[in-house]
C-alpha cells in the first residue's frame, strides 16, 4: 500500500480509537453539534476547491472533499473540545484557537511532506 493511503487510513481509524475513552452519554450529547460542524467544513471545502484555494489529493477520497481528514482528526477533534469546554466559553475559545493554530502550522507541514 502506498504511503499516502496509510497515511490516509491512520488518519480516519487513530482519531476514532480516543472516542473509546468518551463516555456513551457524552458522546451522544456531542454528536450532532460534530455533525453539523463537519457538514459545514464539507461544504466550505466544495466553495474552496471550486476557488481553488486548496486542492484535495488525497487518494482514499479523490475530489472536492477530503473525507479521511473530515471523518477523522476534525470529527473527534470537534467532539472532544465540547466535551471538555462546556459551558465555559472562554476555555472553548482558547482550547479551539490553540488546536487550530496546530492545524494551521504543523500540521499542514506534515501532510505536505506526506502529500495528501
Same mark, same amino acid.
Given at each position: 500500500?502506498?504511503?499516502?493511503?496509510?497515511? =490516509?487510513?491512520?488518519?480516519?481509524?487513530?482519531?476514532? &480509537? !480516543?472516542? &473509546?475513552?468518551?463516555?456513551?452519554? !457524552?458522546?451522544?450529547?456531542?454528536?450532532?453539534?460534530? =455533525?453539523?460542524? @463537519? &457538514?459545514?467544513?464539507?461544504?466550505? =471545502?466544495?466553495? !474552496?476547491?471550486?476557488?481553488?484555494?486548496?486542492?484535495?489529493?488525497?487518494?482514499? =477520497?479523490? *475530489?472536492?472533499?477530503?473525507? !479521511?481528514?473530515?471523518? +477523522?482528526?476534525?470529527?473527534?477533534?470537534?467532539?472532544?473540545?465540547?466535551?471538555?469546554?462546556? *459551558?465555559?466559553?472562554?476555555?472553548?475559545?482558547?482550547? @479551539?484557537?490553540? &488546536? @487550530?493554530?496546530? @492545524?494551521?502550522?504543523?500540521?499542514?507541514?506534515?501532510?505536505?511532506?506526506? +502529500?495528501?
Amino acid at each position: 500500500m502506498k504511503k499516502k493511503k496509510v497515511f =490516509s487510513l491512520a488518519m480516519i481509524i487513530i482519531p476514532w &480509537l !480516543s472516542v &473509546l475513552f468518551m463516555d456513551k452519554k !457524552s458522546l451522544f450529547r456531542f454528536l450532532p453539534v460534530a =455533525s453539523f460542524v @463537519n &457538514l459545514f467544513i464539507s461544504v466550505f =471545502s466544495v466553495i !474552496s476547491n471550486k476557488r481553488r484555494w486548496w486542492v484535495n489529493k488525497n487518494p482514499l =477520497s479523490p *475530489g472536492n472533499v477530503d473525507f !479521511s481528514y473530515i471523518l +477523522g482528526p476534525y470529527f473527534v477533534a470537534t467532539l472532544w473540545i465540547f466535551k471538555l469546554t462546556y *459551558g465555559n466559553f472562554p476555555k472553548y475559545f482558547i482550547t @479551539n484557537v490553540l &488546536l @487550530n493554530t496546530l @492545524n494551521a502550522f504543523p500540521m499542514a507541514y506534515v501532510w505536505e511532506k506526506v +502529500g495528501t
